[in-house]
Each structure stands twice: as structure tokens, then as C-alpha cells.
């Protein structure tokens, strides 16, 4: 009851900011429901709704601990590279940016843009689903927002001293 509760928040909370809708409720609760979510997504779902909750400030120490150990669980697996780690990492990333912890926060985008990259996340896959194309631009998207915002949202374009 207390997962589903902070998965309710996450998609009540979170998911409608755009640059954080890059999960699919039903895909999501669907992979929750069937047991084949990843441990590592769900904790970190869990720790970073975890804010809009009444009962936060009670289970301080135990939403801590989830976060923690969606961190170890992506530090011992970081070999292992797939949608649900890069997923993870954006979740981490928002959770430690909340905490005003920018430098886990700029290492967790550093990690997902490397991780993105090697999957290609950056080309289209039309034999994809529709869902998972999606899924998979929102999270390059969110990926793109926050680099920039951590790169103290200077605008890319043409230096206006220079004729390039």
C-alpha cells in the first residue's frame, strides 16, 4: 500500500511537470503489477514522490534509505546499461537537485547522458512500439532541460563576436 501510495504521488506530482513524463503510468503499473519493474526505478519513483507526501517528514530516514540504495544498486551495475538504469539515474538526478546536492546531481546527468548515448536513445527506432518511442524522447528531452539547466541556462547559439 505505501509502494502504489508513492507511485500514485509520482504520477500525480512529478509525471505532469513535462520534462519528468517520460514513464508511462499504465507501462509502469502494469511491469509493477507483473513484478518485472526494476527494484532500482521503483525506489527511486518511490523516494523522489516521497516529498509530496503528508507522512514525508515521518519516514525521513526510510526514503533515505531507498535512495541510497537505488544509488548502490546502479553504482554495482553500472555494466549493465538499459532503459530503466538511464531512467533511474533522471529520477536520482531530480531527487538530489530537491536536496540541493548539485554534485550527485551533476554526476547522475552526466552518467544518464553517456548511458543514452550508448544506447542511442539520440536516433529514432521506428520498429519500436508508439509508447517506448516516446518514453524514450521524453527521457532524452528531460536528459537535454537539465543539462542545461545545470549549465546555468546559458543559451547555445552563435557567439555575437565571432562570424561562426
Known amino acids: 500500500a505505501i509502494i502504489r501510495q508513492h507511485i500514485d504521488a509520482y504520477f500525480d506530482y512529478i509525471y505532469p ?8 503510468r499504465a507501462e509502469f503499473l502494469g511491469h509493477y503489477t507483473a513484478g518485472i519493474i526494476s527494484p532500482a526505478l521503483l525506489l527511486a519513483v518511490c523516494g523522489v514522490s516521497s516529498r509530496f507526501l503528508p507522512s514525508a517528514h515521518e519516514r525521513t530516514g526510510m526514503i533515505k534509505s531507498w535512495i541510497e540504495l537505488a544509488e ?13 538504469n538511464v531512467q533511474t539515474l533522471m529520477l536520482l ?3 538530489r537537485m530537491y536536496n ?3 554534485g550527485k546531481s551533476f554526476l547522475y546527468i552526466s552518467l544518464a547522458v553517456r548511458m543514452a548515448y550508448s544506447l542511442k536513445l539520440h536516433k529514432e527506432a521506428s520498429q ?3 509508447v517506448e518511442q516516446e518514453s524514450r524522447r521524453r527521457l ?10 545545470h549549465a546555468g541556462g546559458v543559451p547555445v547559439g552563435p557567439c555575437p563576436k565571432c562570424s561562426f
Not at 17 to 24: A, C, D, N, T
Not at 72 to 84: C, H, P, V, Y
Not at 140 to 149: G, Q
Request: aromatic share 18%; proline share 5%; with cysteine.
Open 93 to 95: 538526478e531530480l531527487y
Open 72 to 84: 548502490t544498486m546502479i553504482f554495482q551495475n553500472l555494466g549493465k546499461i538499459n532503459i530503466a
Open 128 to 130: 519500436l512500439p508508439f
Open 17 to 24: 511537470v513535462p520534462i519528468f513524463s517520460f514513464l508511462h
Open 140 to 149: 532524452l528531452w528531460c536528459m537535454f532541460i537539465l543539462d542545461r539547466l
Open 100 to 102: 540541493h546536492q548539485n
